[in-house]
């Protein structure tokens, strides 16, 4: 490349930096000119988030690229790219794994990448992240200038910190730009896998979880089994201004009734059998930091009535005391159940539930988000050939349609399983155990149609009970659940599969409909 074609490659790119424009358009703009004016198949850009290389922006990638995490000490490619000063060119035949084998679409046979460069991007005397540049044919870069592919990562380094500049200038301009920050780097930093997607329906959610983190109202999670509520939670109390005190957590239906109080209050010595010393509970293990109630609507009304207490006065005793001891905590609360309902029907207190729904917030589920369930297959894939040692895996495409359009009623962590057991199936079925790229394929994800709780069901010839609505809800809950035991032998884990509820939460069910 000569410099008057690298200058005309760069200018329109110098030129977007006075127009207004999403982060996003103007990464592809830069990723489109570089991979014009180098010959490659596939280029990308990568910013580096504490040893982590995260793709922003890939061009003859696959898709799910854009949710792979990859570490660098996982790729010796990669680690190379970062601490080398000048842009680095592997040979066709090197022996270091490509991360990027098996995902350029298309790719025939051993789907092996066979010429491989790439440059570190500098921004203000610190790595920010790299461009990589991908061909399949041994030496289609031996023409390449690497002093031009240097001015050019010189130039996109310039372009990417002016862009971040003009975004933080616009954060500023709506909130307090710490906080701002503090989210961004929770978001990617400390639950990066649950926070990946670009649909509109997670941006929303995102907008929200960034407005409400910077204030110190409590929040309700509401959404689907499965969807990541507890991740929304880490990133509202990791943008907030307690992100530096504790995040405590509890199930709510995972404890034994006679527990729940002692965990969440504390107890003294001798408060109840068992009770062999003094112990803290939840709330005090949270003062100054945020206290996170999963699985709220769980709670007996004797505990809702003694947590309405300490969240509307940060007052408390531990169970056997008589001493208050006082909070300051944030609570954030979830539930996949609907709390107003609940309050209709007299089994939820009406004033608990909105001191914990001061700002609601409903986590969409995964069939609603569109294209982001392969971003998210890409970062457990991604997981997966970490944990099994091996090269690359890939999507074939009849696998990316299968995993769009299915229904997922088991949300984020339906999909989590899925990946991890299709994986691990491919692994045991692959005849050639040479072969350094595994590819999923539709059948190997053995996706059903079917979703949980869709067993075969008996026609309902028995006769329902005259009452209230209530005492008639409960009768058919009863009867899906006994139905569901005798479908599955009994077994309350598989039927609690099944029915796409956690086994805590069955159980509790069960309880109260006097099954167990």
Request: one cysteine or more; proline letters at 4%; aromatic letters at 4%.
């Amino acid at each position: 490349m000569t410099p008057t074609s690298l200058l005309s490659g760069i200018l329109p790119l110098v030129e977007d930096l006075t127009r207004e424009m999403a982060d996003d358009t103007r990464y592809a703009r830069l990723v489109g000119a570089l991979r014009a004016h180098f010959p490659c198949d596939a280029a990308a850009l990568l910013r580096l988030e504490n040893d982590v290389l995260i793709p922003l922006c890939v061009d003859g990638l696959s898709e799910d690229t854009l949710g792979r995490r990859f570490s660098i000490h996982d790729h010796p490619r990669l680690k190379i790219f970062v601490a080398s000063d000048a842009p680095t060119r592997f040979p066709y035949d090197c022996a270091l794994p490509d991360p990027y084998d098996g995902l350029i679409p298309n790719q025939k046979g051993r789907l092996q990448v066979h010429d491989c460069m790439g440059a570190r991007l500098r921004v203000d005397g610190r790595t920010w992240g790299v461009i990589t540049l991908d061909a399949l044919d041994p030496g289609r870069f031996d023409a390449v200038d690497m002093t031009s592919l240097a001015s050019f990562a010189a130039l996109a380094a310039a372009t990417v910190v002016a862009s971040e500049r003009m975004t933080a200038l616009r954060v500023y301009a709506t909130t307090e730009r710490r906080r701002a920050d503090a989210f961004r780097k929770a978001a990617t930093e400390r639950s990066p896998r649950g926070l990946i997607g670009r649909s509109d329906a997670f941006l929303r959610l995102m907008e929200e979880v960034r407005v409400v983190a910077a204030s110190d109202l409590n929040v309700l999670i509401q959404g689907e089994t499965g969807t990541g509520k507890e991740l929304v939670a880490r990133a509202i109390h990791a943008g907030s201004a307690r992100a530096a005190r504790p995040l405590v957590s509890i199930n709510c239906a995972a404890l034994p009734e006679n527990l729940v109080e002692s965990e969440l209050f504390g107890h003294v010595r001798g408060a109840f059998s068992g009770a062999i010393g003094e112990r803290r509970g939840k709330f005090e293990a949270a003062d100054k930091g945020t206290l996170f109630l999963d699985e709220v609507g769980e709670l007996s009304p004797s505990v809702q009535a003694k947590l309405l207490r300490v969240v509307q006065t940060g007052h408390l005793q531990r169970v056997g005391s008589d001493r208050e001891h006082t909070v300051d905590v944030r609570v954030i609360a979830a539930t996949n159940r609907d709390l107003a309902e609940a309050v209709k029907d007299g089994s939820y207190r009406a004033d608990l539930f909105h001191r914990l729904s001061v700002y609601p917030l409903v986590v969409p589920s995964l069939r609603v988000r569109g294209r982001d369930v392969l971003l998210l297959a890409g970062a457990f894939l991604e997981e997966a050939r970490s944990r099994a040692g091996i090269v690359g895996i890939r999507l074939s495409g009849d696998a990316r349609d299968a995993l769009v359009k299915h229904s997922w009623p088991g949300n984020v962590r339906e999909l989590e399983h899925l990946i991890g057991r299709s994986v691990l199936r491919a692994l045991a079925s692959r005849p050639d155990h040479d072969e350094p790229v595994l590819t999923l394929t539709a059948a190997s994800l053995d996706l059903s149609d079917t979703a949980p709780g869709e067993l075969d069901m008996p026609a309902a010839t028995y006769d329902v009970p005259r009452g209230s609505l209530r005492t008639m809800l409960a009768f058919h809950e009863r009867r899906i659940i006994e139905t569901h035991l005798e479908q599955h032998g009994g077994n309350w884990a598989a039927a609690a599969r099944s029915l796409g509820i956690d086994r805590a939460n069955l159980a509790r069910s069960a309880r109260r409909l006097g099954l167990r």
